[in-house]
């Protein structure tokens, strides 16, 4: 099974600042989806950004980006500009695309403290 | 739209009683999922299911059981639950195109004392 490992439990960032949250996973696949996931303090599972392991060019939305590292299997996000809402904790997911193993599977998470 | 809901949003168990958590998602998505979800072990795969009348076993399926009766809905089932159930509950759906991702529901924290 594929596993996915964000070694940050915590980090802090200064507001206004940048940060980079670390991801790799391991697969033998060579076709996948990545994604990053929020989690702010109401629970809510919210979607950051995804990125297709077929496509070399970095996905961005707007204050978000993936450096994405496919032979190093690594996926970390960076987030500019860091803003109090961006506290929150931050999981990397993993979705296989084999046939009828549509899964997902997900690291233990990052959380991220933003301080003024 | 209101995607995936959950019920309930809470619940507090005794050891050995029972429960069944509700799912329902009204995008018409094929996979369903159930997750639980605790400190420092990020989301864990209890059961999924891969259309109506169909599931499967996850990483962690010990001490539960599920039924997709119905395309929209997924429900889990507790038959005598005990502490080391207490987590929070995540359902989840996807359509089976690549690249979508999982939409969730709002969570259920479920205690057992």
């Known amino acids: 099974a594929q596993t996915v490992t964000q070694s940050q439990p915590e980090m802090s960032v200064q507001e206004a600042e940048t940060v980079t949250l670390s991801c790799t996973y391991d697969?033998?696949?060579?076709?996948?989806?990545l994604f990053w996931y929020k989690q702010p303090p109401s629970r809510q599972m919210i979607l950051v950004i995804r990125?297709?392991?077929?496509?070399?060019q970095n996905a961005t939305e707007n204050r978000f980006s993936v450096n994405f590292q496919k032979a190093a299997k690594s996926f970390s996000l960076k987030i500019s500009d860091s803003q109090l809402g961006d506290a929150a904790m931050y999981f990397c997911?993993?979705?296989?695309?084999?046939?009828?193993?549509?899964?997902?599977?997900f690291g233990s998470g990052t959380k991220l403290n933003v301080k003024p | 739209n209101a995607g995936v809901t959950q019920t309930p949003k809470f619940r507090v168990l005794k050891t050995g009683q029972s429960m069944t958590l509700l799912c329902a998602q009204d995008?018409?998505?094929?996979?369903m999922y159930w997750y639980r979800q605790d400190p420092g072990m990020g989301l864990r795969l209890i059961h999924y299911?891969?259309?109506?009348?169909?599931?499967a076993k996850g990483e962690v399926p010990d001490g539960y059981n599920v039924s997709r009766l119905k395309k929209q809905n997924f429900l889990l089932g507790l038959e005598s639950a005990a502490p080391s159930q207490t987590s929070v509950y995540f359902c989840?759906?996807?359509?089976?195109?690549?690249?979508?991702?999982?939409?969730f529901g709002q969570g259920t924290r479920l205690t057992v004392v």
């Open positions: 989840a759906s996807s359509t089976g195109r690549e690249g979508t991702e999982a939409f």
């Open positions: 697969t033998s696949e060579s076709d996948y989806y």
């Open positions: 990125q297709e392991a077929y496509k070399q």
């Open positions: 997911a993993y979705r296989t695309l084999l046939y009828n193993f549509n899964k997902f599977y």
């Open positions: 995008m018409n998505h094929e996979y």
């Open positions: 299911s891969v259309g109506e009348g169909t599931t």
